[in-house]
C-alpha cells in the first residue's frame, strides 16, 4: 500500500512540476498588468528547444538553459507587441501561442521518436531521503523540482516583500501613479514578461526532459491554458500556484489510475480540462475583478504621461 502511495505522490509531484513553473512565470507577468495567452506556445518551444540541444550535447543542463533562453525570446514578441506598439493583447498571445506550436512542430518533426542519450537523474537529499513516505516522496526528486519550490518562495518575498515587488505590483495597478514615483513602466514590464517567458520555456524542457523523456507533437498537451486557469486560482499569489499545480497534478495522474477500473480513457483524458473550467466557473461566480485580487490594469496598454 505505502508504495502505491509513494508511486502517485512521486508522479503528481511530477505532473505539477511544469504547471508549478509556467503559472509562476505567468503571475509575475500579470502582476506587471500585461496579459499574455501564448503561454502554450512558449512552453512548446522551451520542449522542443531543451530536447535538440540536450540531444546534440547530451547534457540536459544546457538544455535546461537553452529552453529558457527560448522562453525568454518568445516572450520578447510579446513584450514588444504588447507593450512597445500597444496592442491587443489577447490577439497578441492567441498568435505567439499558434506560432509557438508551428515552430515547435516544424523544428521538432526530425527528432520524433529518437530517445535521450542521457536523462536528468533524480538528486537525492542525504538523511532527508531516507524519512519514511516523506523523504521518498519530496526529496528524491529531478532538479525541476527543487528548483520550483525555491522559485516559488522567492517570486512570493519578492512581489510581497521587497521594493522591487512593491513596483511590479503598483505598475499592475496604477501605472500613472508608479510613473509619477519615477518608474519607468515599459521597462518593468519588459522584464517581467521575459521572466515569464523564460519559466514557460522551463516548464515545458521539464515535459519533454523529464515527463516523457521524448520529444512528440502536442507534447504540452493544453498545459499552457491551464496554467492561465492556475493563475486565476491562485489569486496571483505564488504559494497559492503550489497548491493549483499539484492539485491538477493529481489530477492527470487519476488519469492513469482511473482507467484500469473501466473509465473510458476519452473521458478520464477530460478531467484536467473539466477541472479547468471548473476553476474558471468558479471564479467567474466571484463578481468583480477587484474580489478576485486581479491586477486592475491587467490587459489594458499604458501610453507614457497618460492619466
Known amino acids: 500500500m505505502d508504495s502505491i502511495l509513494i508511486s502517485v505522490l512521486n508522479r503528481t509531484l511530477v505532473a505539477g512540476t511544469p504547471l508549478l513553473l509556467a503559472t509562476l512565470g505567468e503571475i509575475i507577468t500579470e502582476r506587471s498588468g500585461i496579459l499574455n495567452l501564448g503561454i ?3 512552453m512548446a518551444v522551451g520542449a522542443v528547444a531543451g530536447f535538440i540541444v540536450t540531444l546534440a550535447t547530451g547534457s540536459p543542463w544546457l538544455g535546461m538553459a537553452s529552453a529558457i533562453l527560448a522562453g525568454i525570446l518568445i516572450s520578447a514578441i510579446h513584450a514588444f507587441v504588447s507593450i512597445s506598439l500597444k496592442a491587443n493583447q489577447v ?8 506560432l509557438g506550436l508551428g515552430g515547435a512542430s516544424l523544428f521538432g518533426r526530425p527528432f520524433i521518436g529518437r530517445p535521450l542519450p542521457v536523462k536528468m537523474a533524480p538528486f537525492r537529499i542525504p538523511i532527508l531521503a ?11 526528486q529531478d532538479p525541476f523540482f527543487y528548483l520550483s519550490l525555491i522559485l516559488g518562495v522567492l517570486l512570493w518575498v519578492l512581489l510581497s516583500r521587497t521594493r522591487w515587488g512593491i513596483q511590479i505590483r ?8 508608479s510613473e509619477a514615483q519615477g518608474l519607468n513602466i515599459s521597462t518593468v514590464r519588459y522584464i ?4 515569464g517567458g ?19 507533437e502536442g507534447l504540452t498537451g493544453g498545459r499552457g491554458w491551464i496554467v492561465i486557469a492556475l493563475t486565476i486560482f491562485a489569486l496571483w499569489n505564488p504559494l497559492r500556484a503550489f497548491l493549483g499545480a499539484y492539485l ?11 482507467q484500469p477500473i473501466g473509465i473510458p480513457p476519452n473521458l478520464l483524458g477530460m478531467m484536467p480540462y473539466l477541472a479547468t473550467l471548473a476553476v474558471l466557473f ?17 490587459g489594458e496598454p499604458y501610453t507614457k504621461g497618460e492619466r
Open 40 to 42: 502554450e506556445g512558449m
Open 282 to 298: 468558479a471564479g467567474g461566480l466571484k463578481k468583480g475583478r477587484r474580489y478576485l485580487h486581479a491586477p486592475a490594469m491587467l
Open 91 to 98: 490577439v497578441s498571445g492567441l498568435a505567439l501561442t499558434m
Open 248 to 258: 491538477f497534478g493529481c489530477i492527470f495522474v487519476l488519469q492513469y489510475i482511473l
Open 198 to 216: 523564460g519559466l514557460a520555456g522551463m516548464a515545458g524542457a521539464h515535459l519533454s526532459l523529464i515527463y516523457s523523456k521524448s520529444w512528440t
Open 170 to 177: 503598483s505598475v499592475g495597478e496604477n501605472p500613472a501613479a
Open 192 to 195: 517581467c514578461v521575459l521572466i
Open 130 to 140: 531516507d524519512i519514511p513516505l516523506v523523504g521518498k516522496v519530496l526529496f528524491n
